[in-house]
């Protein structure tokens, strides 16, 4: 039994910063790849980062690559996404996505992943 909980969406201006937080309860096994998604209105939801256990790999979509940065802290069972000159078309609920041992490349997609939380909005407006 996974649950996982985000925090730390919010209503941010162009240019500003946000760091979500996503926390987590489980076996380590169910843990091993976590990920961020987020789903615009209207749109499907879409991959933006991903990272192992032990941080030794990371992705990133092309769209969020050199602005966000996803991180974890394994004692503390958290997943954060700090999210740096963020920009309007950034607004969406982000998900956090928990889920087996997979290699990177098969975890840029929902189908991906065993368990979720229920989404943290954030909001870049003026």
């Known amino acids: 039994q996974v649950q996982l909980v985000e925090s730390g969406g919010g209503l941010v201006q162009p240019g500003g910063s946000l760091r979500l937080s996503c926390a987590a309860s489980?076996?380590?096994?169910?843990?091993?790849?976590m990920g961020w998604f987020r789903q615009a209105p209207g749109k499907e939801r879409e991959f933006v980062a991903a990272?192992?256990?032990?941080?030794?790999?990371?992705d990133y979509a092309d769209s969020v690559k050199g602005r966000f940065t996803i991180s974890r802290d394994n004692p503390k069972n958290t997943v954060y996404l700090q999210m740096n000159s963020l920009k309007p078309e950034d607004t969406a609920v982000y998900y956090c996505?928990?889920?087996?041992?997979?290699?990177?490349?098969?975890?840029?997609?929902?189908?991906?992943?065993?368990?979720w939380g229920p989404g943290t909005q954030v909001t870049v407006s003026s």
């Open positions: 996505a928990a889920g087996p041992p997979r290699p990177l490349s098969a975890m840029l997609s929902p189908r991906g992943y065993d368990s």
């Open positions: 489980g076996s380590i096994f169910s843990l091993v790849v």
């Open positions: 990272i192992t256990w032990s941080s030794d790999r990371t």
